[in-house]
Nanobody, 122 residues
């Protein structure tokens, strides 16, 4: 079972940028689809972005054009670059690993990190 640890969250002003990182343990990182999800207070966890083992990327419409996702298999790390942040992006961001399934579906991931808080002030 892969274990995931997120980092890089924090407080940023609207229009600013943050880069989240997710470090994974285990030798099979490169075979997983890696996803980022977020959960705001009182809301359900929602899909943000994902990158397959082959490098295909997927984005929620709300972040398309502002966020990018990348992976470094040599470092067992996946990144979420977030630009042009706005207060609606405020949430706890979670990294997740998927052996197989639909990348956008929260219920089809096998492992989750503990989350990192992102707060965007107006």
């Amino acid at each position: 079972q892969v274990q995931l640890v997120e980092s890089g969250g924090g407080l940023v002003q609207a229009g600013g940028s943050l880069r989240l990182s997710c470090a994974a343990s285990g030798r099979t990182f490169s075979s997983y689809t890696m996803g980022w999800f977020r959960q705001a207070p009182g809301k359900e966890r929602e899909f943000v972005a994902a990158i397959s083992w082959g490098g295909n990327t997927y984005f929620a419409n709300s972040v398309k054009g502002r966020f990018t996702i990348a992976r470094d298999n040599a470092k067992n790390t996946v990144y979420l670059q977030m630009n042009s942040l706005n207060p609606e992006d405020t949430a706890v961001y979670y990294c997740a690993a998927q052996r197989s399934g639909v990348p956008r579906r929260v219920g089809e991931y096998d492992a989750w990190g503990q989350g990192t808080q992102v707060t965007v002030s107006s």
